[in-house]
């Protein structure tokens, strides 16, 4: 078959982990097969329309690649500004993070018997090709900045839900949490579906 350009490595991992979860599998295969997944996703870097990697000079940006049908999993590039962070934060459901270009790194919390969240362990660096695991069973608190202050770096982030509406929380220095619900910095998603210039390539007509 003839190489097709574009958004197919994209349109393959989505069909892909949607027959994962097909299967009904627990959270340990999904994050192992779904990891897998991602990392094959990530080991190449021409696939994301260059719409979807524009850093903000404000703050990070989150955009939606896609969302499953029945918001089972949903696929976000987050785009890091130089030296941009998150405050920390829960997820409620799990997410894998591949490295798509650039670098950055994820330290875990974890709540004290005062109610703060503290550094726990050491800060996990992602390079690109790098996969990690978040989750309310393996720790769902972390804090995530961009590795690099001169540069733009890019994760591909996937949840077990449509994340950017689901009810979540950051989890400030004094104490306590607040409420959030993400949302995402695009209101076009790219078009997956277009298989036209594939099923060109292989017609002689
Ligand atoms: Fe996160």
Known sequence: MSAVPGIAPLREFVGAFGRLLDGGPDEP???SEGGAFLRTLVA????????????DPTRYQQFLLHADSTERFSVVSFVWGPGQ???????TVWGLIGMLRGAEYSQGYALGPDG????QGAAVRLDAGD???????LGDLHRVHNAHADRVSISIHVYGANIGAVRR???PAEGGRKPFVSGYSNTLLPNLWDRSA?????TSA
């Not at 021409?46 to 850093?55: G, R, T, V």
């Open 29 to 31: 295969r999904i994050l």
């Open 169 to 171: 929380h950051t989890y």
């Open 116 to 119: 703060r969240a503290r550094p």
């Open 198 to 202: 594939e099923l060109r390539s292989t």
């Open 85 to 91: 962070a998150t405050p920390v934060h829960d997820h």
């Open 131 to 137: 996969v990690e695991a978040v989750s309310p069973t």
């Open 44 to 55: 190449r870097d021409d696939w994301l329309p260059d719409a979807y990697a524009q850093p």
